[in-house]
């Protein structure tokens, strides 16, 4: 006679082999079998190996016979019981939100369909916006701020006495002029500084100069506005992993579903398209990423210029010797506006005219350039996660 008893998990079962007469004629007895057990085996808390007998801790079975289902069974301890998705929401998603340099990818617990990839925090700072002016256009020469000098010593030299010749108002280009001059040999300058007449002394008319002549008037014509923007940028990522169906084992309303782990976030996440508000309940920490950009930046075509500054005319001033007034027959020099001339002999300086004066540079100061519009996420997602503080 023998006997064989089979222990599995919590069950036990027994099988009797016994012929058909000793069957019939043996005594009773204590009978001493050999016993198996079979305990199931740990899975590491992975949930859901796929070897023969192994757990699967999503397809609310009980696959090692231990009469434990998903989230109940020990086998499933990286699985966690958690609440129905609301209505209106899809789930459940590990989530990743973070640096985009550092995104983990799926992991094996959370590959379960296409997964969600989407981005926020964008950077893009407003439109640089830059306003320019063209050349002044329509500038003149004021003849009549030119002021000539005469001076006692040669350009250069330090000076005792000059004497500033009268403005002409009203001065026209190639029109004589001398209302008043200069006359050589009547003027002494003493080394104090005292001017005196007396014609035995040396002479005083040894230099003239012309002050620079500014150009007035005109205007500059305002070129359109340049616009320049940045490329928007993302400084967050966000990754959200599908779970695999919902397993059982849990309490009335919660189901099974896998825990995920760093770098995700600590609870797991149901989402919605848009930006809405997280639903009463379980699921309050909230994250919306976006997977658009709508970018309107610009600058208004506002600019705009000042009047011309900084012009100067290019002048050229002839002298003349005559010492009747407004005469100019006996030329003397030519000299520049902004610059000097000497002169010998101690001549008399009275007719004057300016022979040739053009306007030259010029600028205009630029205004307006109002940089207008943003870019802003487009295509929201938003995602509720549980809490795990």
């Known amino acids: 006679m023998s006997s064989r008893l089979v222990v599995r998990g919590a069950r036990l079962a027994a099988w009797v082999g016994l012929g058909a007469a000793g069957a019939l004629a043996a005594p009773a007895a204590c009978l001493y079998p050999d016993y198996t057990f079979d ?3 740990p899975s590491g808390g992975g949930g859901g190996s796929t070897g023969p007998g192994s757990e699967d801790c999503s397809n609310g079975a009980d696959d ?3 009469g434990l289902v998903d989230c109940a069974d020990p086998a499933c301890g990286d699985f966690v019981c958690t609440a129905a998705v609301p209505e209106g929401w899809s789930g459940y998603f590990a989530l990743y939100d973070g640096a985009p340099a550092m995104d983990p990818g799926c992991p094996a617990a959370f590959a379960a369909g296409q997964p969600f990839v989407g981005n926020r925090g964008l950077s893009a700072p407003p439109a640089t916006c ?3 002016c063209g050349p002044a256009q329509g500038q003149r020469c004021d003849l009549g701020s030119v002021q000539i000098s005469v001076s006692d010593a040669p350009c250069g030299s330090p000076r005792v006495c000059a004497w500033d010749l009268e403005r002409v108002p009203g001065w026209a280009l190639n029109a004589c002029a001398g209302p008043d001059g200069v006359f050589g040999g009547g003027m002494a300058c003493e080394p104090g500084g005292e001017c005196k007449a007396d014609r035995e002394a040396h002479p005083c008319v040894a230099s003239v100069s012309a002050a620079p002549l500014e150009a007035t008037d005109g205007s500059c014509a305002p070129s359109p506005v340049q616009v320049e923007a940045l490329a928007p940028r993302w400084t967050g990522l966000g990754r959200a992993c599908p779970a695999p169906e919902a397993g059982q084992g849990c309490n009335v309303g919660r189901v099974c579903a896998p825990r995920p782990g760093a770098p995700f976030e600590g609870g797991l996440c149901i989402a919605k398209d848009g930006d809405n508000a997280c639903p009463p309940g379980a699921y309050t ?6 997977t658009g950009i709508e970018d309107d930046r610009g600058c208004e075509d506002d600019c705009a210029c000042g009047e011309p ?7 050229t001033i002839a002298l003349y010797a005559d010492a009747e007034m407004n005469t100019c027959e006996t030329p003397l020099v030519e000299v520049l506006a902004g610059a ?5 002999g101690n001549p008399t300086v009275v007719g004057r005219k300016v ?3 053009t306007p030259a540079g010029g600028a205009c100061a630029p205004s307006g350039g109002t940089a207008t519009g943003a870019a802003r996420g487009a295509s929201p997602r938003t995602f509720c996660c549980q809490s795990q503080g």
């Open 39 to 41: 305990e199931p085996e």
């Open 64 to 66: 090692d016979g231990d």
């Open 130 to 132: 830059t306003c320019s």
């Open 285 to 290: 920490e909230k994250h919306v990423f976006f």
């Open 309 to 315: 500054s900084n012009g100067t005319c290019r002048a």
């Open 340 to 344: 000097c001339a000497n002169v010998e």
């Open 355 to 357: 022979t040739s004066a």
